[in-house]
C-alpha cells in the first residue's frame, strides 16, 4: 500500500488504511527523515493526539517507534490540540513533531500531522521525503512503552 501525505500530513480510514502498522511503517519513515536531518546529533521530537477514537493508541505507537531509533520523546499526557504540538516543538527546541488527529474529516479517518522544527507543518519536500522512506523500509526499530518512558 502507498502511503501519501496531502495537505499537513497523512489520513485515513480507521481500520482499513490508517492501520497500527501502517501507523509504524510512517513512523519509522519519520525517524529515518529525523536522523538524516540532524546528521550525528540524537533528534528530539514531540508527540501529541486528539481525541479521536484510538490517538491515544496510535500515538504511542509513533512514541515507541521513534525512541526505538534513539530519538528522545515528549509524548503527552493527555489528548491535546494541534497548536499545543507546536508550541511545544519550539518551546523545546525540537526537531520536530507529530500529532495523531484527522482535524476536520470525517470521525471514521484519522491521521499524522507531521511538524518541523519551527513548529509549523514540515514542508512539502519534506513530507515526500517521508513518502520515499515508507517506500522502503525493510523493518521497523520500537521500544517497550513500559521500559522508555517509565509510566507505570
Excluded at 546529533?41 to 515507541?64: K, N
Aim: net charge neutral.
Amino acid at each position: 500500500m502507498s502511503i501519501r501525505f496531502g495537505t499537513d500530513g497523512w489520513r485515513a480510514v480507521i481500520s482499513e488504511e490508517f492501520t497500527f502498522d501502517n501507523v509504524r511503517r510512517v513512523a519509522q519513515a519519520i525517524a529515518h527523515f529525523l536522523r538524516e536531518s540532524t546528521g550525528e546529533r540524537d533528534p528530539v521530537a514531540v508527540v501529541g493526539f486528539d481525541t479521536r477514537f484510538l490517538s491515544d493508541r496510535y500515538a504511542i505507537e509513533v512514541a515507541r517507534v521513534l525512541a526505538g531509533n534513539g530519538i528522545t520523546v515528549h509524548l503527552t499526557r493527555g489528548h491535546t490540540p494541534t497548536p499545543a504540538v507546536s508550541l511545544a516543538v519550539r518551546q523545546l527546541r525540537a526537531d520536530g513533531g507529530v500529532m495523531i488527529t484527522a482535524s476536520h474529516n470525517p470521525p471514521r479517518y484519522n491521521g499524522i500531522k507531521l511538524k518541523a522544527a519551527y513548529g509549523g507543518s514540515a514542508s512539502h519536500d519534506d513530507c515526500r521525503r517521508v513518502e520515499t522512506f515508507t517506500e522502503s523500509l525493510h523493518e521497523l526499530n520500537m521500544m517497550d512503552f513500559e521500559a522508555g518512558c517509565g509510566w507505570r
